[in-house]
């Protein structure tokens, strides 16, 4: 199960979309440079804790956050 928030942090021009896997943000969506250069950008716990995920669901997260930055 994953969770896709739209939000407007101050720190960025335009809304992002946070991605949620396994109860946490593992990800944030931008369209800074436009929504045909959507950027992610993925959080990490620190070197040493690797978080693996589902693929199919990882990709099915991320491609729901780009839709719905996208308006569609």
Do not use: H
Request: hydrophobic fraction near 45%; proline fraction near 1%.
């Amino acid at each position: 199960m994953y969770r896709v928030i739209i939000g407007s942090p101050v720190d960025y021009e335009d809304v992002v979309a946070y991605v949620y896997l396994e109860g946490g943000c593992i990800a944030i969506l931008d369209q800074e440079e436009g929504v045909d250069n959507i950027r992610v950008e993925f959080f990490k716990e620190g070197l040493d804790k690797v978080k693996k995920f589902n693929l199919d669901l990882l990709m099915e997260a991320l491609l729901e956050a780009k839709r719905r930055l996208k308006g569609n």
